[in-house]
């Protein structure tokens, strides 16, 4: 492998405006130095071989984003997230699992553990440059927004571009949470309450109907709002979906007031279209 010092020295600069620091931590060498030349066009990738070599650069930088792999030796990805969640000084920073594993298992024990997403190798360049620079960017949303005052809303779909819509559609009145990955959703819950939460229909693993009642289950969210905002939407989708406890149901694709107004209506706030 490239001497890890020389790699981090490499990278040791302040970053132009607008390049991110990313840390990538995996101990198979050609990851990480493919990695840094896939994304040296966009960012700046700080490579460690291990947890060791990662809270080294830590104590130079704090980066924008983490990328970690799941299995390696010594500590694995999942003993490295739990120890930066538990200290104040990492806990804020967003962290992706970036992976071969691709059981089902693996998924939700990482997103459960506090990742932002879960992204199986291989990956393509702008594809991750995407999904990095979406979650860096509403990561500082929500720390600015954080004591605001704003209703916060979970959007729950497996289709990035309807939640980028979503986002872009309601961040002027409210702190906007987005998960594409149905099974993240209980796990997100226990740690933050959302005012009103908006769930796709069709979605792999647990679709939006299965949710409810799993929603329903949780302290605390006996009554919060769930309305669905799928395709799916015949009499039959609406009667189901009400019964489990959906307070409203919009078909895709819909008008940005519309979504504005049933969203402003079911927490009872008041705000400008």
Known sequence: MENAQLMFAESDTDSEKGRLKIIYIDDVSTSLITLKRRLSRYHDLYPAESSAVMFKILEKIKPDIILLDISMPV??????????????????IPVIFFTNNNDTESVIKGLALGAVDYLIKPVETINLVECIERHVAQSKSENE?????????????????????????????????????????????????????????????????????????LQGYEHTPIMMLTSAGTLANIKEAISLGACDFMVKPFK?????EKVAKHINVKTEI
């Open 75 to 92: 500590v694995n990805g999942y003993e490295i997230i739990k120890t930066l969640k538990a200290d104040n000084r990492y806990s804020d």
């Open 256 to 260: 940005d007031s519309e979504l504005i």
């Open 145 to 217: 927004k954080e004591d605001d005052g704003k209703p916060r809303v979970l959007a729950v779909d497996d289709t990035v571009t309807i939640l980028k819509t979503i986002q872009r559609i309601l961040s002027d009145n409210y702190i906007v949470h987005t998960i594409c990955k149905p099974e993240a959703v209980l796990s997100f819950l226990k740690l933050r309450k959302p005012d009103i939460i908006l769930l796709d229909y069709l979605m792999p693993v647990h679709n939006g109907f299965e949710l409810i009642p799993m929603i329903r289950e």
